[in-house]
């Protein structure tokens, strides 16, 4: 009898919106740090790790379900597993390259796909130019312009610098100027 | 050829980025993959944690 009283209890309202965000997201996290670890175990290491930041961070996210939250969720496991896979790269010497290879090969698959006139003009010149920056530059980007973050709660949230977060959009500024004048 | 933009410029063509970016990636429910049960437990702790601090 108890059992069913506390089934009754656990709706979806009674649900926090952290126990949501795990259901709705928990297997996308799996799947974007499995990309860069190739390693199951470390994947789920990492989708923990990003957990307790997203703890640390539920007042950023207001509806679980909209585009923002999955942008905001993907770039924090996308980083913690970055960092994992550096501190690995250390040990086992694996470059960079291949870090960058690992991460986009979906995305520019699904870019390749959908390479319809259409899809890659809605972009605009600049959006080109964007998808072309490494991953640190882009991420801080879409932390800024998307999630309108101040530089401050960037730096925590990716672990690295105010003045890193500074450089990154500068030079991020500085090569999608330097593409599109090659471009022209 | 110089080439200039401002920052709305740069932020209509970062959010358009990242909504292709996001649509690329599948489903939740499109992956099939069944964490493990040490993960399940660690998560259900964090669960539990996350209860609380709604309540203080």
Redesign the interface.
Known sequence: MLVFYLSVIDTEEDKTKFELIYEQYGKLMFYIANQILKDKFLAEDAVHDSFIKIIKNLDKIQDVNCHKTKSFIAIIVKNHAINMFNNRKRKYCISFDEVQNMLFKDFEDFVLENNTDDNVNSLGDIGKAIMQLPTIYKDVMILKFVHELANPEIATLLNINEATVRKRIERAKQKIKALLEKEN | ?????D?D????????????????????ED?E?Q??N??QK??KK??K???K??LL
């Open positions: 050829m110089p080439y200039s933009f920052d410029k740069l932020k209509e063509a970062v959010k358009k980025v990242d909504e292709y970016y996001i649509n690329s990636l599948p489903g939740n992956i993959y964490f493990s040490k993960f660690r998560m964090l669960i944690q996350s209860k601090k709604k």
